[in-house]
């Protein structure tokens, strides 16, 4: 018999019942909640005269709504408001954990949730919100699910699940100079489609993912959604484990040992068979720009907006044609060179300490270009804003003309005061380049930390290696 | 959950691919508390040539004649035709919530994104798969006839054609039971709850620290 998967020893280890079809009763260890996805779930509870049943296992924060300037007036827009008290409301009545908006400890559920030991290895971890997949670089089995989903597990602390095929994206080699873990997760994109990890488990493998740290393997897990695939993970391995020891929600003592001599067995075996294998080569990466508007409309920062006559399909063709448009690109444009009139650097893909230091790496000693209108960095966390504050990266950051803003999700999905207006143009570290994502009629590149700062700085797309 | 057992409904065709729950339903209807009203915003952005915000009475909004949802033909429509991703992005059940508040009760599609296809079957939606070269042809057979329906029965898993042609699609058995007659997942998952329970008990033993 061959050896196990990650994700099968996974799987193992949270069943509670098997239906005669396959279909799965799922235990869930970590339920993180946050106001947007949750507020008609706990209605829904009440209504049937439900509680939770292990209010200790989920953790609630609030952070689509807030805002990311001075919060001691609170929340202006009385609508988001609603949804924060809310929030609050639902908390405090069912005896749920949560970090509200003047906490330290507030932040963006997916920043937090590891930050703060919530997110183990071997945990099973699930939040409203597609980007759950992040945890996953735990080695942990964590992926979004919807409202009704949330409520059946504050109801069961179950879910209903069938086995997820598994696919393993093996990057071997080492990365060049100026290339992190965002220009991996968009070639993979790039190379597999937006659906190609559809109905998978992503494990990432490989020297070059070996080499990465904590943030780096967040930020990839974070991004296996846009390929489709609701869950990454990465093996446990002793940067996992020093990761996490320490951190406030981490066992300690006896439980600690016993909890690391599981941990240690959290990977793939040798000879474990997957449904798909992807093989990249580090070295060959080069930092990422997408030009449309679907995350698998990249290409590098040598590259140029393809043309759509070239397209593999008459229903790319279509696409590539309808995205040029809304991005106002011509075919052929080369992508250094392209003009930017915003800045966002944040979000749960890339607003971590490291993402941070790359980003001021870049910017420090320089100033933002005069043609651009707003250049913004938004840490993912309170406690992530008093370390960069402490290393200095918030002067480097405002020396050199950006604005340093509060935590929260801000202009990844703008649902807050942070937005594109149409027709801007925005390099963004965030993980979604659809339509209007970041505002109505608002055109988003996706790129890296450091290729934002550049970008900022140069005014336009630039080779971070060579700036 | 209504169940869902046959439908008899008006087709409309969205020929895109990747159609993300952005577009379905945008960010700032999210705010909301409320599981319904969502209809009126259905891709909102497409749907209208003013912007959108929550409150606004649809009755004053300018619909977009270019769009396939505002033509006359097609009004009242309960099935969506679409195309290969269908439902991209994020988790939010505010989509498929939009969907059904307008009237759609199934969608078909070369694929779907997994987290929207699974939220479909949480709220009477049935999302159904057929073959790309099928629905290529649904969709010519739509834009030629106007008036085209498709008729949709769950238990015998067919979708037929006004030509008469029954095609077959798979749906797992656990989500066909449950949408066909409705049932509410969390009453049925604490019929498990002792077995829930011994897991809770050999878990704190294997795990002490996840229960701490």
Known sequence: MPGQTLFQKLWDAHVVHVEADGTTLLYIDRHLVHEVTSPQAFEGLKLAHRTPRRADAAIAVPDHNVPTTDRSQGIADPISRLQVETLDANCAEFGITEFRMDDIRQGIVHVIGPEEGLTLPGMTVVCGDSHTSTHGAFGALAFGIGTSEVEHVLATQCLWQKPSKTMLVKVEGQLGRGVTAKDIALAIIGEIGTAGGTGYALEFGGAAIRALTMEGRMTLCNMAIEAGARAGMVAVDQTTIDYVKGRPYSPTGAAWDQAVAWWNTLHSDADAVFDRVVELDAAKIEPQVTWGTSPEMVTTINGRVPNPADAPSEIKRHDWTRALEYMGLAAGTPVAGIPVDKIFIGSCTNSRIEDLREAAGVAKGRKVASSVKLAMVVPGSGLVKQQAEAEGLDRIFVEAGFEWREPGCSMCLAMNADRLEPGERCASTSNRNFEGRQGQGGRTHLVSPAMAAAAACAGHFVDVRHF | ?212
Not at chain 2, 1 to 27: H, S, Y
Not at chain 2, 59 to 88: E, I
């Open chain 2, 1 to 212: 959950m209504q169940a869902f057992i046959v439908l008899d409904g008006l087709v409309v065709p969205l020929d895109r691919a990747n159609v993300d729950t952005d577009a379905i339903i945008p960010k700032q209807f999210l705010k909301s508390i409320k599981r319904a009203g969502f209809g009126p915003n259905l891709f909102d952005e497409w749907r209208y040539l003013d912007h959108g915000e929550p409150g606004m009475d649809p009755a004053t909004r300018q619909p977009n004649p270019d769009f396939v949802l505002n033509f006359p033909r097609y009004k009242g429509a309960s099935v969506l035709l679409a195309r290969d991703n269908f439902g991209c992005g994020s988790s939010r059940e505010h989509a498929p919530w939009a969907l059904e508040d307008y009237g759609i009760r199934a969608i078909i599609a070369p694929s779907f994104a997994d987290i929207f296809y699974n939220n479909c079957f949480k709220n009477g939606i049935l999302p159904i798969v057929l073959d790309a070269t099928v629905v290529d042809r649904l969709f010519r057979e739509c834009a030629a006839d106007e008036g085209y329906r498709l008729a949709i029965d769950l238990d015998q898993q067919t979708v037929t054609t006004p030509g008469g042609e029954a095609l077959g699609f798979d749906v797992d058995s656990g989500r066909k039971h449950r949408l066909l007659n409705g049932l509410d997942d969390i009453g049925l998952t604490l019929l498990q709850s002792d077995k829930i329970k011994a897991y809770e008990e050999r878990r704190k033993v294997d795990a002490p620290w996840l229960f701490a």
